[in-house]
């Protein structure tokens, strides 16, 4: 059998464990209600690109563009969101930087 001292001990153990649970839980729920969103609402809709198709490149931004090592091999490959659906067209200028993102699936 435990002594008096040690069952007391239990039960305030228990009491203690109790109340930090709650004040855990409540702190939890407090911090999660304040961090509600202020901005505007999120946009769902899908993109909706441009409206009409780029024009043709310039006869100069062609010739610059071959004259670039990575430009050169852009000609005839580049694509355009118009109205939702994708239209094949040269870039209307030569950039002097790309950046690149490669992207696949199977």
């Known amino acids: 059998m435990l002594p008096p001292s040690m069952a007391l001990n239990t039960q305030l153990f228990h009491s203690v464990s109790r109340w930090r649970l709650l004040l855990v839980g409540m702190t939890s729920l407090v911090m999660l209600v304040s961090c509600?969103?202020?901005?505007?609402?999120?946009?769902?809709?899908?993109p909706k690109g441009l409206q009409e198709r780029p024009p043709a490149p310039d006869p100069e931004v062609v010739a610059a563009l071959k004259a670039q090592a990575f430009g050169s091999k852009l000609l005839g490959l580049t694509n355009y969101l118009v109205r939702g659906d994708y239209v094949q067209a040269d870039l209307p200028k030569a950039p002097r930087y790309y950046l690149l993102n490669f992207s696949g699936s199977t």
């Open 36 to 46: 509600k969103e202020t901005g505007p609402p999120i946009n769902t809709s899908p």
